[in-house]
């Protein structure tokens, strides 16, 4: 059964419970800061105006996602493969949703907002990592802000040792990116793709 009625949904979920409900704040109060100036990885969702989603990953050292206020956030743009898929879907429509996460928590942190890209200033200035300075930034209003339940990652369990796998159980990336691009070499994507991240950190 394909489901494509809100009815039909909620009644196969039920009501959700008033404290679901009533931990989404309009801003970043002590405990959402605190979560962002202790997260190295967020996922920032976009749509374009036609609807074409994206989710793209950033990471840098704990806390590189600026709190400029209690509604505004800013995210440097860090050197990429400059795809700016995100980036053009938010000149599209600017509205964002992000999820925060800490290395060894469970618990995520949620913020949905609307995003416009900036560049220079003495914001960007700030946010320079071995000399170099962001090209752009994503300044974020926050719109809501809740922390989210642990289950997901619990079920996944993300952070354990345990749940590793081996990296042999997959093809090296040059190998693999060589099997989808045809004409790539899987030795020198493999060394490009290598010397990439080492160079332009």
């Not at 990429?80 to 928590?105: A, C, K």
Request: aromatic content about 4%; proline content about 5%.
């Amino acid at each position: 059964m394909e489901i494509n009625d809100l009815s039909q949904l909620e009644a196969l979920y039920g009501e959700t419970s008033q404290r679901a409900r009533r931990k989404v704040m309009p801003a970043l109060d002590v405990h959402c800061r605190n979560f962002i100036a202790l997260s190295p990885f967020l996922l920032i969702g976009s749509a374009s105006a036609d609807g074409r989603a994206d989710v793209s990953p950033k990471g840098d050292a704990p806390g590189f996602v600026k709190v400029v206020d209690h509604k505004t956030l800013l995210i440097p743009d860090r050197p990429g493969n400059n795809r700016l898929d995100g980036m053009r879907n938010i000149l599209e429509n600017p509205q964002v949703g992000l999820i925060f996460m800490i290395p060894g928590v469970n618990e995520t942190l949620r913020i949905n907002g609307r995003a416009r890209i900036v560049a220079g200033g003495s914001r960007l200035e700030s946010q320079a990592v071995n000399g170099k300075i962001p090209s752009t930034g994503l300044l974020v209003e926050v719109h809501e802000a809740f922390l989210h339940c642990s289950k997901a990652l619990v079920r996944s369990r993300l952070w354990e040792q345990t749940a590793q796998i081996e990296r042999s159980r997959l093809p090296s990336m040059g190998r693999m990116i060589a099997d989808q691009i045809e004409g790539v070499e899987a030795g020198q994507a493999g060394r490009d793709m290598a010397k990439h991240p080492r160079e332009n950190l």
